[in-house]
Every structure is written in structure tokens, then in C-alpha cells.
């Protein structure tokens, strides 16, 4: 066990946990974050995303002594009501169907927008393509990113 004082959201917390902890599982089990979702584990699906010091990160496989004294942002944390643009896409667009990668998914579109926030559909899917739905949403995904980009 080590103590490790994390940046979530832009609020400080103070943890212990083992140093090999995947920062999802701090996140979902101690910090009460969760909305950043389990799906493959092993960093090929895109479901865990986060932002670290605001690159987007697989959170599934990064332990916890690998973010110490970095910037974390998750889902909860992109804004106060659910209203960041890519956000209000998403609704707008009617995005989801089961609904569970898409934290990861707006979480990497969030990242790539603050990046490039004028890309063209090439951009857009290659910047979204190592995000994974089992519902096959991308369509959507693409048009909601290009809206929220507008
Ligand atoms: Fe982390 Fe799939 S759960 S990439």
C-alpha cells in the first residue's frame, strides 16, 4: 500500500491503495466516479477514457503510481450540467443506444476537439476509431462530433 494524492476533477484527494492500482478502479471505487466505464481491461476498447493533464488515456491500464501529481478529468468532471458542447451534440444527435462506451467516447472527443476544433470527417474518424461500441453507434458518433464542432 502507498499514499498517493491525486487531482480529480480539480478537487484534491488524499488515497492508499496498492501502487499497481489501475487508476479506473480508484476512481470508480473509492472516489465514487462512475461514470468511466469497464470493458475490455486490458487498454483495446476505449470505454475507460480519461483525460490526463488533457490528453485522452485508457484508465484501465495505467496504474495509479503512473498519475500521482498529474491532472485527472473523467466524464462527471467535463462540465457543471451535462452541457459541453460535444455533450449537447450527443442529445442532440441522439447518440447512444445501450449507452456504455460512450463516456469513453465523448471523453476521446472532448480531447480531440480542444486539439483540432475544425476536422473534417477523415480527422474525426480517425481521431475516434480506437473507441469501441458494441452497438455500432459511429455513424452518430461522427455527426456528433462534427456538430460539436460547428
Ligand atoms: Fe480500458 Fe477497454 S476497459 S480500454
Redesign the pocket.
Known amino acids: 500500500m502507498a499514499k498517493y494524492k491525486l487531482q480529480v476533477n480539480n478537487k484534491s484527494y488524499d488515497i492508499e491503495v496498492s501502487e499497481d492500482t489501475p487508476i ?1 478502479w480508484v476512481l470508480r471505487d473509492h472516489l465514487n466516479l462512475l461514470g468511466t ?13 480519461i483525460h490526463l493533464n488533457g490528453e485522452p488515456v ?4 495505467l496504474p495509479i503510481s503512473s498519475v500521482a501529481d498529474k491532472s485527472i478529468t473523467t466524464i462527471e468532471g467535463i462540465s457543471e450540467a451535462g452541457d459541453h458542447p460535444v455533450q449537447l451534440a450527443w442529445k442532440e444527435i441522439d447518440v447512444p443506444q445501450c449507452g456504455y462506451c460512450q463516456a ?1 467516447q465523448i471523453m476521446t472527443a472532448t480531447a480531440f476537439l480542444e486539439k483540432n476544433p475544425t476536422p473534417n470527417s477523415d480527422e474525426i474518424r480517425d481521431a475516434m476509431h480506437g473507441n ?1 461500441c458494441r452497438c455500432a453507434s459511429y455513424n452518430r458518433i461522427e455527426k456528433a462530433v462534427a456538430k460539436a464542432a460547428t
Open positions: 479506473l466505464k469497464y470493458g475490455c481491461g486490458i487498454g483495446q476498447c476505449g470505454a475507460c477514457t485508457r484508465s484501465c491500464s469513453g469501441i
